[in-house]
């Protein structure tokens, strides 16, 4: 193991060894299971927690009965370090053997036997190889490939290894024989037998089917979590299981050969530029009798592969047409001889090489995006003319996965005999196996529960409670020999069984409570989360399979772009809420947006809400989520909203530099996207990343913005503490969020962001009216006018107006706000002519007349209804919208009545606010609820409010002369709001 | 080669060797527009001082600065106004600048003189919105009687406001504001225009029941062809006679006796050979400054991101004529022109949502066509004659080569109104010059042919024709709509 080259994280620790968070002695205690047969104190129990042993409900259908024979009779040997006890040791051989038989017998009536085979594939053995080094399988589990391998394909790398001998280190049985541990398990990673994954061993173990039902939920078979849940999709299961299970595909050179050739069929938009589609499994296989393209399903987005052998009769210089919509490639032994690439309609393309007689590799790709769909094969042999190729000259090998082999037919007497033995021999205090019968219940076995009641039931082998155990004079399970009962475990390293020894000794420190930390730190040792997170110093990425640690290259971020990120003071960094989805939630589904780091390839594992249990508590408690003193956010106003997106933008600190915007991708590297960032993340750990990056121990490439207490941005007075709340405040704004300055996508191409001066766009507008004015302002308060109805129809806050719909293409979209925080003006004319106050409010055609603009660009709206002309001006105020409202008309319109305010709820004892410290009246009961302020030139003056259907604050117009012209009554109103 | 040599001899002594192009004659000056301004230009008009008003159909206006320098390298884009609903089109009249908005006729103005506008004023707004992206409304142009003429497209698709009246037509707008529907039967006119003369035209692009691209005559109480939005000429606004029920799959010189209302174009632009999207136009008030051409009129095409010549005639109290290849290859598609004080034509436009052949690459553009001073040599004029046509070159002729019936092609052709999209050319027929005869100036040859068809579009070619110096026709082809003949 060359290890020199190894980063700074490889130290684990400081005496350079693998630090482990859990005495050896207890954790075997666990991972061994004593439990089972041993009876537990109560107050030790929850450190010995048994790491439950696999559901054998199917297991007939999933393990191969040889291995299975193998596997009971020498577990300790087929598997080092095997938690699985020897249940022989005081047997004959024969005496082995036969019940060995009969238990296979029995095992093999659970579950269905899947008789046929299944196709092997070898893009679908590809894609399991990716799977594999990938989404995070090699974090616990041996790499399959080197590094450099992964570079060629499996046939490629076939053809270089035609000389070895693939049962090297196997012997007759197939057992494995002593290897050094160093080559098994990866220096520092828990020695967990699973770990060891070697392919002619698990061809052996599993057939297909069973081992990919057992990825795509491995919860369900290993309820412990040891194996978790990798979210992996039916498909990329077989793939995977596919791949693993490689061995079991009959070696081409000793296939059968059939005539024709084999097809692999793929739907999806494939690269049109070659016949590689890595990444893209095929959904169907088969053999066809040429290039037969009427295998397809369907006419669109698909694509074939036909691969076999070509018989070549005579040597010389051959020629090869292919004629496709869209394009294809004829590949022979692996060179490229014909490339008809790219999307086109009929087209034909040719090419020549000079080959030997004889068998040679065929391989023919083509694929359809859309329209008509063709492929034409010709072949022209020296000094003919092209033609077709003669079915004779195309052959090809069916490889196959075996189907499951069963265990013949043994008679329901042999059945029974095995059921028998897995009650007798104590399998049934581990392994479910879904069989009814008090005999079969784990519970009705086990003396290990800490449950008094049980106490002194122990069945088995009148195994002593755990108490009761001598180290100084050890026994059975507890010695080197195979003296004791007939099952007990073998401690195949003596280091172990001292461990336990010593562990026993002082059983009674096991009672003793432990801190937060220290059962997070067994937590995460028991679901390896080390082998992916660091945390305080532990565990991470081992150097030695680091590399395969991957992500989007295009992410440019280094190590933060393709490791886990570290969990050290993950409490007290994440929300509750957040964590507890990120632990029990499948983030790995189809919506990718649900992953805060979809550029890693690794996928965060699911281990089952029982095995993740209080983890989310313990962290906050250990991290010190709850403590006092923690730093809160301020409340958001619209002005530290605005201070914020400016800091977000380019002019500003420039997040968008690294972080993507929604959907809209950051402007170089990429990083963890700003949307949900507030969700997740708690104030004083985002405070402390911002401030002083290096202190959060997340080894990243976050810049630290402010030096000497001092923000390049000249916003807020150059104050750190206050951009920070600034940042923060804009965040929570979520999908209301103004796209910052700078982003470059045709979302944002679009956005209208007020500056300096108000924004004027007419619009389309989904509810109002297809002529609809907006205009934005830069105070981040923004309204509605319909010009159709003329009226004041909503304002609000945040975002303006995004005018993709309106301004691209043909546009024509019916646009809306896209804000939340918006406040709705009554419907209907802005003032009517009543006879009472409380009339119902008539349906008059007010008329839009234009508007005139100030010097700073602000609008005042101009309508009129019979001679009376009314200038509305709405305008930003206290975060809430002020109008100031002027009338004239030629003489004093009797009756007329401002409508300022309705809300469709209102109670019949509703009464009208007084006005608070603020001259507002606070409607703090209603929907929406707002503060609000009318003004004449007497100044304050109060709406008659009517109630019944809903409230409505209303106002009569008291006119006043002012000067002659032609409408020289005026009335004047000012209506403040804030909602 | 000595037919080259002269030629090449008279035109300067760049061109030596090489067919004379559209750039030897006139020129293209993009105006160059910063990156950040998308300008898809719908309409231009003049402020009072001469630089260019420009709208966009983001609904933004800009003032042009330095537009005239050449080259142009300090053009300088200032906001007038903004928030304006896609107005297609830009008329000044004193310190107004009118423009129909999607949902009103209004007008604008700058009062305090910094370039930007203060007032906007709701003129008209008589006719609804349905909110159908494609209910365009173009113009304004100033009718004889102080009225402002527009023209409403018709919708395609959803209307989530609710289908409206008044689209398909052309509509005067009183000064105070009263709406008066003219002509129905429009389908997508993105022209509309005022004549020297008085009377206005418009150009409507081929689709459905418009069998090809037209410039036509906007005679009030017409029917041009589309029944969509006939159904309002029952409203008591529609001053006129209904048209009628429309019949489907006629030919277009059959029409009007079925439909007394049915107005025959006065040019139409067959299909790719002219263009396929004809928009905005000017008749050429130059007197001279633009070439050879004064009094005709220039008419863009969207599509082809050219410019196509036309001339009219008022044949039997209907205006009609030719049209030619004029200037291709411009930076956009082309949607509005403007003469500019200078006599150079300048015009702006965008393909957003439909195609164009432009050549700047960026969707958009803006651009002056300026005359090089050297003369063309071109089809003048083709006018139709009771037995024939009399075409006039804009220089002397060679007659060897210009009295020779085989250095012409003539044929003629004709469209059918019908419901789908489009028409073929149908009735199709070769024509025989029996005569070419040279006029006393010296530049002009009347054909005597056999086989004129009233209603029908005559294709002519003169490939073989050559000027006096020997220079071929620099568009050899012309297309009438001789939509009556004339009478002996």
Redesign the interface.
């Known amino acids: 193991m060359a290890l020199a080259s190894e980063p700074a994280r490889a130290l684990q620790s400081d005496s350079g060894d693998f630090h482990e968070p859990l005495p050896r002695g207890e954790r075997l205690l666990s991972e061994f299971h004593c439990s089972a047969c041993h009876t537990v104190p109560a107050a030790v129990f929850p450190r010995v927690l048994p790491i439950e042993a696999p559901d054998l409900i199917a297991v007939g259908g999933r393990l191969r009965p040889d291995h299975l024979r193998k596997f009971l009779a020498h577990p300790d040997k087929l598997h080092p370090r095997n938690r699985m006890p020897n249940l022989f040791t005081a047997f004959s051989e024969e005496e082995r053997d036969l019940a060995v038989g009969e238990l296979i017998a029995f095992l093999g009536t659970l579950g269905e036997h899947p008789s046929e085979g299944t196709p092997a594939l070898v893009g679908e053995l590809e894609r399991g190889r990716q799977l594999f080094h990938g989404v995070g399988c090699v974090a616990c589990h041996r790499p399959q490939d080197d590094l450099y391998d992964l570079d060629w394909t499996l046939l490629e790398l076939l053809a270089e290894d035609a000389g070895e001998d693939p049962e090297a280190g196997v012997d007759e049985s197939g057992v494995l024989q002593a290897v050094d541990d160093e080559i098994l398990l990866r220096p520092g990673t828990l020695p967990h037998p699973d770990l060891v994954i070697d392919p002619t061993w698990l061809a052996g173990k599993y057939n297909v089917a069973g081992l990919a039902a057992f990825l795509e939920d491995p919860l369900a078979v290993r309820p412990a979590g040891n194996m978790p849940d990798l979210g992996l999709s039916g498909e990329e299961a077989m793939a995977l299981a596919k791949y693993l299970l490689r061995e079991q595909v009959m070696p081409l050179d000793e296939g059968e050969s059939s005539p024709g050739l084999r097809y692999e069929y793929f739907e999806a938009r494939l690269d049109a530029g070659n016949p590689d589609w890595p990444g893209v499994g095929p959904v169907a296989a088969g053999s066809a009798p040429d290039f037969d393209i009427s295998v397809r399903k369907r006419n669109d987005d698909f694509g074939l592969r036909f691969s076999g052998t070509l018989e070549i009769p005579e040597a010389g210089h051959w020629s090869f047409a292919l004629t496709s919509d869209d394009g294809s490639w004829l590949e022979l032994d692996g060179q490229m001889v014909v490339d008809n690439g790219g999307v086109h309609g009929s087209r034909r393309v040719t090419g020549g090489v000079d080959l030997k007689a004889g068998a040679h590799s065929i391989r023919v790709s083509m694929f359809e995006h859309g329209g008509g769909e063709e492929l034409k094969v010709q072949w022209q042999a020296p000094g003919a003319e092209f033609g077709p190729i003669p079915a004779e000259a195309l052959s090809h090998i069916a490889l196959r996965f075996p189907g499951s082999e069963g265990t013949g037919d043994p008679t329901p007497e042999v059945i029974a005999a095995g059921r028998a033995r897995f009650v007798d021999l104590g399998c049934v205090a581990c392994h479910d196996t879904g069989v009814t019968g008090v005999d079969m219940s784990r519970d009705s076995f086990r003396s290990g529960l800490p449950d008094p009641s049980l106490e002194g039931q122990a069945r088995h082998g009148d195994a002593p409670a755990l108490v009761d155990l001598d180290p100084g004079q050890p026994s059975g399970c507890l010695t080197a020999t195979t003296d004791g009962g007939p099952t007990r475990i073998v401690f195949d390293e003596p280091a172990d069984r001292t461990a336990v020894l010593e562990t026993l000794a002082s059983l009674a420190d096991l009672a003793t409570p432990l801190s937060s930390s220290d059962q997070v730190a067994r937590r995460m040792q028991r679901l390896n989360c080390y082998a992916c997170h660091r945390r305080s110093e532990i565990g991470g990425p081992h150097p030695d399979g680091a590399d395969y640690f991957a992500g989007d290259e295009n992410a440019e971020l280094g190590d933060e772009g393709r490791f886990p990120p570290p969990l050290t003071g993950v409490g007290s960094k994440l929300n509750g809420s957040w964590l507890q989805s990120v632990l029990l939630e499948d983030l790995n589904g189809p919506s990718p947006g649900a992953r805060v780091r979809p550029y890693l390839e690794t996928r965060m594992p699911y281990f089952g809400s029982g095995n993740v249990g209080d983890l989310v508590d313990l962290l906050r408690d250990a991290d010190g989520a709850e403590v006092a003193g923690r730093a809160q956010p301020l409340a958001a106003s619209p002005s530290l909203i605005q201070a914020g997106h400016k800091l977000a933008g380019i002019g500003g600190l420039g997040c968008i530099q690294c972080h993507p915007f929604g959907g809209v991708p950051s402007l170089g590297v990429t990083s963890v996207n700003l949307f949900g960032m507030t969700e997740h993340l708690q104030y004083d750990w985002f405070r402390q990343l911002l401030l002083d990056p290096t202190s959060t121990g997340m080894d990243t490439r976050m810049p630290a913005f402010w030096l000497d207490g001092e923000s390049p941005v000249d916003v807020l007075d150059k104050d750190p503490e206050r951009q920070v709340e600034a940042l923060w405040a804009f965040l929570t704004e979520g999908d209301n969020m103004m796209p910052p300055r700078g982003l470059n996508s045709p979302e944002v191409a679009y956005e209208l962001i007020p500056d300096d001066r108000p924004l004027c766009v007419g619009v389309f507008m989904k509810d109002v009216s297809p002529r609809t004015l907006a205009v934005g302002f830069p105070e981040w308060v923004h309204y509605a006018y319909d010009m159709q109805a003329a009226r004041l129809d909503s304002s609000w806050r945040g975002r303006f107006f995004n005018t993709r719909g309106t301004w691209q293409g043909r546009a024509g979209a019916l646009e809306s706000p896209p804000s939340a925080d918006t406040l709705d003006w009554p419907e209907g004319a802005p003032l009517a002519a009543l006879e009472g106050l409380g009339d119902p409010w008539p349906d008059l055609a007010w008329a839009f007349g234009g508007r005139r603009m100030d010097s700073q660009g602000q609008p005042t709206l101009l309508s009129s209804w019979k001679g009376i002309r009314l200038e509305d001006q709405p305008m930003p105020w206290e975060g809430g919208l002020a109008r100031e409202l002027q009338l004239s008309a030629a003489y004093p319109v009797p009756d007329l009545v401002l409508r300022v305010f309705h809300w469709d709820e209102g109670g019949e004892d509703w009464t009208m606010p007084a006005p608070e410290e603020d001259g507002l009246r606070h409607f703090k009961t209603m929907d929406p609820p707002l503060q609000l302020r009318v003004q004449d030139a007497t100044g304050d003056v109060t709406p008659t409010a009517l109630v019944g259907r809903g409230v409505e604050l209303r106002l009569p117009v008291h006119w006043e002369r002012e000067g002659r012209g032609a409408r020289p009554w005026k009335s004047h109103f000012r209506v403040e709001v804030i909602w | 080669m000595n037919v080259i040599l002269l030629s090449a001899l008279t035109l300067g002594s760049g061109l030596i060797g090489q067919d004379p192009t559209e750039d030897d004659y006139y020129r293209i000056v993009p105006l160059p527009i910063p990156e950040a301004l ?1 300008l898809e230009v719908s309409g231009i008009t003049l402020l009072e001082d001469g630089r260019p008003l420009v709208c966009n ?3 933004e206006v800009f003032v042009v600065e330095n537009a005239y320098d050449d080259p142009a390298e300090h053009v300088l884009f200032h906001k007038f106004a ?5 107005p297609l089109g830009l008329l000044r009249q004193g310190d107004w600048i009118y423009l129909a ?4 006729l ?1 007008r604008m103005r700058d009062v ?1 003189g ?1 370039d ?7 003129i008209c ?1 008589t006719w ?7 209910e365009y409304n173009f113009g304004p142009t100033l009718g004889p009687e102080g009225n402002f003429w527009i023209t409403t497209n018709k919708p395609f698709g959803d209307q ?2 609710g289908a409206v009246p008044w689209r398909g037509f052309a509509m005067r707008i009183t000064p105070e504001g009263e709406m008066i529907p003219t002509v129905c039967g429009l389908r997508s006119p993105s022209g509309v225009q005022a004549s020297p003369w008085g009377d206005v035209f418009y150009t409507d692009n081929q689709g459905e029941w418009c069998g090809a691209s037209k410039l036509s005559w906007l005679k009030p109480g017409s029917f041009q062809g589309h029944p969509h939005g006939i159904g309002s000429c029952e409203q008591d606004l529609w001053p006129y006679e209904h048209p009628g029920e429309i019949p489907n799959r006629v030919l277009m010189p059959e029409v009007s006796k079925q439909v007394p209302s049915f107005q025959m174009p006065s040019v139409w632009f067959p299909r790719d050979k002219m263009g396929r999207a004809p928009a905005g136009f000017v008749w050429d008030t130059t007197e001279g400054a633009f070439g050879p051409f004064a009094g005709q009129v220039f008419v863009t095409d969207q599509y082809e991101a050219s410019v196509m010549r036309v001339s009219l005639e008022k044949v039997q109290g209907h205006w009609q004529g030719a049209c030619y290849p004029f200037r291709r290859r411009l930076g956009t598609g082309a949607l509005r022109l403007q003469w500019a004080p200078d006599g150079s034509l300048i015009m702006g436009g965008t393909d ?3 195609p164009s052949l432009g050549t700047n690459g960026r969707g958009f553009g803006l651009e002056r066509v300026v005359w090089t001073g050297e003369m063309p040599f071109e089809l003048l004029e083709m006018s139709a004659r009771p037995q024939g046509f009399h075409l006039t070159f804009t220089e002397a002729v060679d007659p060897e080569s210009a009295l020779d019936p085989e250095s012409y092609d003539l044929s003629s052709f004709t469209y059918i109104l019908h419901s789908t999209y489009g028409s073929p050319e149908v009735e199709n027929e070769t024509l025989s010059i029996t005569s070419c005869t040279l006029g006393d100036d010296g530049r002009s040859v009347e054909l005597m042919v056999e086989g004129l068809r009233a209603g029908w579009l005559h294709e002519l070619h003169l490939d073989g024709v050559r000027s006096a110096s020997g220079a071929p026709v620099l568009h050899p082809r012309a297309y009438y709509t001789l939509a009556f003949r004339p009478e002996d």
Not at chain 2, 116 to 122: K, L, M, V
């Open positions: 998308v159909r983001r609904g903004e928030g304006l609903q896609e908005q999607r949902g009103e209004t305090d910094d930007r506008a203060d007032e906007f004023e709701t707004d609804r919105v349905s909110g159908n992206y494609h989530p406001f957003r949502g439909w």
